[in-house]
């Protein structure tokens, strides 16, 4: 039987810039975007590729999921009302309210689900400016103003959760 795709025996990495490398190279963006699209997490923080029966390993510098661009809708005060984001995977999601983290060496997190799994999902610089300039702080520490409700910003916490 053919195979759609066959792996090398060198592992496949992604950086923590969200760069996806093979042995030394650089993938293809549509193999990455083909890639991205299949990834597959596990309970135990490993990330896999899963075409049809096929199952690969990668081998992660911080996390597989990475956002690409945001949505800040704001209302007609300049309040934020909404969140949207556009994930490396291609899918887009709302940021939810409990899921921001910042890393100690200053990296924005959220929590997105895939396959029911709370897995942590990095921004990136200019992305992390971006929500900065909404950050705010009281007593309790500091939160971005979503919708009304103060959106904590925990330390991050890189693991998977169970999501139900």
């Not at 549509?30 to 299949?38: A, C």
């Not at 959220?110 to 007593?139: K, M, N, Q």
């Amino acid at each position: 039987m053919a195979q759609l795709v066959s792996f090398d025996d060198a592992p496949i990495r992604i950086t923590a810039r969200g760069e996806w490398i093979q042995g030394e190279d650089l993938l293809h963006p549509k193999v990455i975007e083909l890639f991205s699209k299949h990834l597959v997490p596990s309970l135990d923080g490993r990330y896999f590729i899963q075409l049809g029966f096929q199952r690969y390993g990668l081998v992660v510098d911080d996390t597989a999921y990475f956002v690409s661009s945001l949505d800040v809708e704001k209302n007609d005060r300049g309040m934020i009302e909404r969140i949207g984001l556009k994930v490396s995977d291609g899918q887009r999601e709302t940021l939810r309210s409990d899921s921001l983290m910042q890393s100690d060496d200053n990296v924005f997190y959220c929590r997105i689900i895939r396959r029911e799994l709370g897995v942590a999902c990095r921004f990136s610089p200019a992305l992390y400016h971006t929500l900065a300039l909404d950050i705010e702080s009281d007593d309790e520490g500091y939160y971005l103003e979503v919708a009304g409700a103060r959106c904590r910003i925990a330390p991050y916490r890189p693991a998977p959760v169970p999501m139900t």
